[in-house]
């Protein structure tokens, strides 16, 4: 949050109430988000964070649903297939049939796949600590509980 003033919580008793959009929960993770999203861009140019979210849960729990992947990455149906669809078209992923509900889509890394989610997990790590370098390791890890509880 570069140039920023710093954010004053409102007290609710307070006579000064006015609102302001940049003291607002949902305008700060906005752009929080936004600067992740261009450490992301700066780092790993040729994939979406939501692409690499979802190889990354295929890494952790094997084939799955296309829907139950959407649900594990907070993805959409829509979204979720979008992104499928795309990381198939580059060979990082299969897509096959239920052997039963034959209506359901199963979704799994292929080789290629894996070898690519290899390559950028240690760039995602260091988006990840790039994104939380203006805070200490104690905020860092305070912020990270704080946001899982509301997430």
Do not use: C
Request: glycine share 6%; hydrophobic share 45%.
């Amino acid at each position: 949050m570069t140039g920023e003033s710093e954010v004053r919580l409102l007290d609710p008793e307070s006579q000064d109430a006015s609102y302001r959009l940049q003291e607002q929960i949902g305008f700060i993770l906005r752009r929080a988000h936004q600067r992740h999203v261009a450490i992301f861009a700066g780092r790993i140019a040729d994939m979406t964070p939501p692409q690499f979210a979802a190889l990354a849960k295929l890494a952790d729990v094997g084939e799955t649903s296309q829907n139950q992947l959407g649900s594990m990455v907070a993805m959409d149906a829509a979204t979720i297939k979008g992104v499928i669809d795309r990381l198939k078209a580059r060979g990082l992923v299969e897509v096959s049939r239920h052997k039963v509900d034959r209506r359901r889509l199963m979704v799994s890394l292929t080789s290629q796949g894996r070898e690519t989610l290899d390559r950028l997990v240690p760039l995602a790590e260091e988006i990840t600590a790039e994104t939380l370098q203006p805070l200490s390791q104690r905020e860092a890890a305070t912020l990270m509980r704080l946001l899982a509880r509301i997430a």
